[in-house]
């Protein structure tokens, strides 16, 4: 097989770093020869999980949902590398299980805040850098729930589909230059937020594999490294004619 295409001497940023996607996505950008800035909210999270990833990685500590926070990282990073390739802007929360009518606000608030506002947030300051040197891949997470309804994450689902909408219209906004950007929906993936979503509970409980893939074509749940996978092709000159796009990374579930 090819060697995958390297992304030596770029630079990274990824939110949520701390998370299942972030780590696994870190890694990967990493091994294919990227410095990476690993961003999240919770320090000891990150101080554990960056103590697990090549030593270039920097660890910052910073909420997606705070304008200077965003600003802050964004300067640290220029100011260290002089420029910004990657953006894996993927931090983000499922919020409470329950239906809408006993949705409480505070929380759908909360999670169109770090789902869209920082979504947005990290746009604002990362697009700037990129248009300025004419290069760089913005990838954004959404979700299949971005694509379609789900039951009991209402809050979730419109802040997925946002993403999608943040997304193309960065991509439209970037036209002029060799800016991309695109978002990853990732499907069911072996992962605490996923088993939150099907059981209800936040208590790392496992994923009832049975009702979760019953209608997943593969018949199987997606891996972390799956999804990093196809972000560091998004990342990559491999995809230098790909912006605007929503890639469903859910083993067929949204073919059908
Ligand atoms: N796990 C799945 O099945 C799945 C499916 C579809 C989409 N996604 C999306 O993928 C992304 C990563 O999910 P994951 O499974 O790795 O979740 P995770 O909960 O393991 O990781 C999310 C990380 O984001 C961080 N974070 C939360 N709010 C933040 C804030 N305000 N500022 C900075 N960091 C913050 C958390 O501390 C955590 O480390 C999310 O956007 C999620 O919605 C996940």
Not at 15 to 22: D, K, L, Q, S, W
Not at 124 to 130: I, S
Not at 142 to 164: F, L, P, Q
Request: net charge neutral; glycine share 8%; with cysteine.
């Amino acid at each position: 097989m090819a060697e995958p295409t390297s992304l030596s001497g770029k630079v990274a940023i990824v939110t949520g770093a701390a998370g299942e996607i972030g780590l696994a996505t870190i890694r990967l950008l990493a091994e294919r020869g990227a410095r990476v800035v690993a961003v999240d909210r919770d320090a000891d999270s990150l101080k554990r999980a960056t103590a697990k990833l090549p030593a270039s990685t920097l660890p910052i500590v910073a909420d997606v949902t705070r304008e200077d926070d965003v600003a802050s990282y964004v300067q640290q990073v220029t100011d260290a590398a002089g420029r910004i390739d990657i953006f894996f802007n993927n931090a983000g929360i499922e919020g409470d299980i329950a239906p809408i009518t006993n949705y409480s606000l505070d929380t759908f608030r909360r999670v169109l805040d770090v789902n869209v506002v920082g979504v947005f947030l990290g746009m604002k300051y990362v697009l700037p850098v990129m248009t300025a040197q004419n290069s760089g891949s913005i990838i954004n997470t959404a979700s299949i729930a971005g694509m379609m309804g789900t039951v009991n994450i209402a809050a979730y689902s419109a802040s997925k589909h946002a993403v999608i909408g943040l997304t193309k219209s960065a991509a439209l906004e970037c036209v002029q230059t060799k800016v991309r950007v695109n978002c990853v929906c990732p499907g069911l993936i072996d992962s605490r937020m996923l088993s939150a979503i099907v059981t209800g509970r936040n208590d790392g409980s496992p994923v009832p594999v049975e009702k979760a893939v019953d209608r997943i074509p593969a018949r199987r749940l997606g891996r972390a490294s799956e999804v990093a996978a196809v972000v560091a092709f998004l990342a990559s000159d491999d995809a230098s004619y790909v912006s605007g796009a929503a890639y469903p990374v859910d083993g067929g579930r949204t073919a059908g």
